[in-house]
Structures are given as C-alpha cells and as structure tokens.
C-alpha cells in the first residue's frame, strides 16, 4: 500500500497537513533548483538561509535607532563643513531636521536633544564664518553658494523654533 504522501497531488492544503520531516537529505542528482524548475519540497531542502551565517541580531528601541540616525546626520554634517560643501550639508540638516520631529515623537518630549542643539550651535558659527569671509564666497559654485543663503535662512529658522 503506497503513502498518501506520494500519492496525493500538489495542493496547497495537503502542504500544510503533512507530517513531512523536512530534515531529510535528498540527493537532487546535481540538477539546480530553480523557482520555476518545479517541487517546492527540494527547491526548501537545497536553498541555504545565508541570514543566519553566525551573525547575531542586534534589536534596538525606536529611541536608540532614532538617535542612532541623528549622529549619523550629525556626522555628514562636519564632514560636509570640512570639505566646504554647502549642498550635502543642507541635505543633511534636512535630515536631522526630520529626525527630530521622529525623536520627539518617540520621546514625547518637546525639548530637543542636547546633540542637535550642539549640532546647530557649531553650524551657526560656520556659518557666520563663511558669510564673513566675502572672498570665499565670491569663489564658491553657484550651487554652493545658492545653498549656504538657503542654509543661513533654514539655520535661522530653527534657531527661532528651538
């Protein structure tokens, strides 16, 4: 009498009910399994989860990740400054500006954090920097210099908001 397994056809309802022990080794005769080459049962057997390859998953609240995110805008920014690049470093204050409305949603305070106050303190000053030195802005692209008005205005803005 041969199994109802073998015998059965190949419904989804009967998937689910089998008592198939899926640890079995099968030897797929060194044919490579494809979606489209055909038995759902091997092509699981031979795929490999390259997810669990020794690396641990790391969780993290909604609050550190935030955080997280916020120094690693905060990072583009000073390196941005270094290089006198005034378009990346408006993108990035878009970004961090965006990521306090997130950190003060999580937090459910309406004081922003001790970083970003930092982070708006040390651009003002560069800020003022580069409108008092007229020769480098005369030298500045135009993209570039179009982007540090609208960053004195933005860093303005926040200033009064904060």
Do not use: C, H
């Not at 997810?51 to 583009?76: L, N, T």
């Not at 982070?119 to 692209?141: G, I, R």
């Amino acid at each position: 009498m041969a199994s109802r397994f073998w015998t059965q056809g190949d419904s989804d309802s009967e998937e689910e009910s089998s008592n198939y022990d899926d640890e079995e080794e099968f030897d797929n005769g060194g044919v490579e399994l494809t979606p489209q080459s055909g038995s759902r049962y091997l092509l699981a057997l031979a795929s490999d989860d390259d997810d669990s390859e020794g690396e641990k998953r790391v969780v993290r609240s909604a609050k550190d990740k935030r955080f997280e995110e916020m120094i690693a805008g905060v990072e583009q920014i000073k390196n941005a400054m270094k290089i006198n690049d005034w378009v990346s470093l408006q993108e990035s204050f878009d970004k961090i500006n965006k990521q306090l409305e997130k950190i003060r949603r999580v937090t459910e305070s309406e004081k922003p954090p001790t970083l970003y106050i930092k982070a708006l303190v040390v651009l003002e000053d560069f800020l003022n920097q580069s409108l008092a030195n007229k020769e480098a802005k005369k030298k500045m692209s135009s993209s570039n210099a179009k982007a540090l008005n609208s960053m004195k205005q933005k860093a303005e803005k926040e200033q009064q908001a904060v």
